[in-house]
C-alpha cells in the first residue's frame, strides 16, 4: 500500500478483555514504532522494531502490553486484560531506519467500557 | 520533567499574521529535530525536519538553539489552512536509537 495502513480503525471493547492492534508499515521500511496519543497530549511512545527485533520497549506501560513483528512488516499490538485506562488512539508508524521521518498510520481508536 | 516541553496555546491568530511556537527539550543528547502537524482526529505528519543552521520553507522557518536546547517554529502570513496541532518531535543517539519524544503540542487556529 502506499502508507502506514492500521487494522481496525476503531474498537470497543469489555474491561478485561484482549485485543489485538495490527500495523501494515510502508514497505521496505525496517523502523516500525508503537505510540499512544490520549485527548490533548502529544504520542506517548510504547515500542520500536528495528527489522524483527523490538531495539526499545521501554515505553509499554506494563507487562499487559506486548507487541511483535516477526517477519519484520506487519507488527501486532497486543492488551491483555483490558482496562478503561487503556482507551486512547494508537498510532504506528514506520521509516527507513532511525533519524529519518516517520509515517504514521491513521490509528486505532480503542476505548474499553 | 517531560523530554520535550511545548506551550499548548490555544493560539488564535488573524489572517496574515506572523506566529511563533517554542519548544524546549532535556536531554543534550538530543540529535535530530523535528515539527509535525496534526489535524483534529487525523495522524502527524512532518511539517518539516529543524537543522542547526536554521531552515526555511516558503512561509515556515525553523530554528535550533542547541546550548539553549530550544526549538522554534515560526509561520509568516497565517492561512486558514494552518489551523492544526503542531507537536515538537525530539530523537537521540544511543540505546534509545530511533525511539521520537513527543511534545504535547500547540494549537493554532487562523480566524479569517
Known amino acids: 500500500g502506499a502508507g502506514v495502513s492500521q487494522t481496525p480503525s476503531n474498537k470497543v471493547t469489555e474491561k478485561g478483555k484482549y485485543v489485538e492492534l495490527r500495523c501494515d508499515p510502508i514497505s521496505g521500511h525496517t523502523a516500525l514504532y508503537w505510540y499512544r496519543q490520549s485527548l490533548g497530549q502529544g504520542p506517548e511512545f510504547l515500542i520500536y522494531?528495528?527489522?524483527?527485533?523490538?531495539?526499545?520497549d521501554s515505553g509499554l506501560p506494563n507487562d499487559r502490553f506486548f507487541a511483535v513483528r516477526p517477519e519484520g512488516s506487519v507488527s501486532t499490538l497486543k492488551i491483555q486484560r483490558t482496562e478503561r485506562g487503556d482507551s486512547a488512539v494508537y498510532l504506528c508508524?514506520?521509516?527507513?531506519?532511525?533519524?529519518?521521518?516517520?509515517?504514521f498510520g491513521q490509528g486505532t481508536r480503542l476505548t474499553v467500557v | 520533567r517531560k523530554e520535550v516541553e511545548q506551550d499548548p496555546g490555544p493560539f488564535n491568530v488573524p489572517e496574515g499574521a506572523t506566529v511563533a511556537f517554542n519548544c524546549t527539550y532535556s536531554n543534550s543528547a538530543s540529535q535530530s529535530f523535528f515539527w509535525y502537524r496534526q489535524d483534529c482526529r487525523k495522524e502527524p505528519k512532518l511539517l518539516m525536519s529543524v537543522y542547526s543552521s536554521g531552515n526555511e520553507d516558503g512561509r515556515f522557518t525553523a530554528q535550533l538553539n542547541r546550548a539553549s536546547q530550544y526549538i522554534s517554529l515560526l509561520i509568516r502570513d497565517s492561512k486558514l489552512s494552518d489551523s492544526a496541532t503542531y507537536l515538537c518531535v525530539v530523537n537521540r543517539e544511543g540505546s534509545t536509537l530511533g525511539r521520537l519524544y513527543f511534545g504535547r503540542g500547540t494549537q493554532l487556529t487562523v480566524w479569517p
Open positions: 508508524a514506520s521509516s527507513f531506519g532511525a533519524n529519518t521521518e516517520a509515517f
Open positions: 522494531f528495528q527489522g524483527t527485533g523490538a531495539a526499545d
